[in-house]
């Protein structure tokens, strides 16, 4: 078990800024159906997710992660000079070597005193990321730092990933002045658990089948959530809002009752629904929606999970410094219903499953 | 595109930036070493404006060989808020769905591919609003 900056935090560290991008392409479970001769009323009802979107023929971890780094910059009115880290959480990067923090920190003209490297924990390395800079800043080591997940989900063709995997990017600025989402505490674990896996130079990744459910997806975010609220001493009813990893909408609706919140309180940080599983983008989706949506003086919970395995937890109270940055146009809504509906055949070609 | 090339352009391609003369105060796209309109070397580097309006567009359909995978795509003259035109590509947009004067704003993308192997060209290309 993995403790990271024990109970409550005195001087106030958090959120400053946040920005995020879906790109505009959907595929729609019943189009994925179709091909397969699969049932999709079967697909939806199992998954409660509608369509995945999907990236363009000219983007990438690399184009999505500048449009939610600028996104972030856009929306904090701050000096990119003054970031000091940025960390991208992806196992979707262009390049195996060659870092994508390095053309982010260039288009955001963030180069070059700055620290920066690419992370890879399945789905939470960018919440590793928003870990690395809280201790960064916390320890004065830098002022700003930014941390970004983001993936261009894959899944073999006919897997039952396929219906979901999705693509988007979020990004989190981490720092002490205008703070609008201040972190009261974080809380991770870590297992060696093979529910999921891609090997050096495999195209696909491949899983457990159903083994990706209870010793993994759900033990880890009941035991990282339970361990930070035991710590803070907090329970499910003193928050507002909580967003967990959303594979599909239908694990975080039962971790959340596994762990005693309500419908309410997860409702709106599924997105999933819409755009399916962003992988390393998708709990810090949900944070990215819920802060656009808070008020000061909410609570707000959140806990991703990568496989492989492990959880990051989190405990945010939202301040005042929220409603400047609210009116932001370039939303996760905004995104998520700015989107063109493609065929399978379309989708194959932008995928590249078709060469 | 090779590694220098990739290197020396970035800064105009990602962050779409110009040169301010100081002298004659007029603005330039691409970055230049002295004013192209009165040679001075008083210049400094200026952010262009993320959003501006197209001027004329076209579809290119036969194009070199790290871009056959985009094609076809559009290409259009743009003139930027703060009166600078520049080309570049309109992306996630149907060639029907375009007119002239449409609104657009600036978005980072992939340019091109060099093979399997080589690298890849990022900059602004430009989506409708």
Known sequence: MNKLFQGIIMSKLGIVSYGSYIPRYRISIEEIAKVWDDDPSEIISQLQVFSKSVLGPDEDVATMSVEAARNTISRWKGNPKDIGAIYVGSESHPYAVKPTATIVAAAIDAEKELTAADLEFACKAGTAGMQMCFGLVKSEMIKFGLAIGSDDSQAKPRDPLEYTAGAGSAAFLIGKERVVAELEGTYSITTDTPDFWRREGAVFPSHGNRFTGQPAYFQHIVDASKGLMEELGTKPSDYNHVTFHQPNTKFPHTVAKMLGFTTDQIDISLICKNIGNAYSASSMLGLAHILNNSNPGDRVFMTSYGSGAGSDAFSFSITDEIEELKSYPLTVEYYVNNKEEINYGKYSRYKGILR | ?129
């Open chain 2, 1 to 129: 595109m090779e590694p220098p090339k990739i290197w020396r352009e970035r800064r105009e391609k990602y962050l779409a930036l110009g040169v301010l003369c100081h002298d004659c105060k007029k603005k330039n796209f691409p970055i230049t070493q002295r004013c192209p309109d009165c040679t001075s070397g008083n210049i400094e580097e200026v952010k262009l404006a993320q959003t501006g309006k197209i001027l004329y567009f076209t579809r290119v359909s036969q194009t070199a060989k790290e871009m056959m995978f985009y094609a076809p795509y559009i290409v259009a003259l743009i003139e930027l808020d703060d009166r600078i035109r520049v080309t570049g590509q309109i992306t996630d947009t149907k060639f029907e769905d375009l007119t002239e004067g449409m609104k657009v704003r600036m978005v980072f993308r992939t340019l091109s591919k060099n093979g399997e192997e080589g690298l890849i060209g990022y900059g602004f290309k430009f989506v409708h609003i």
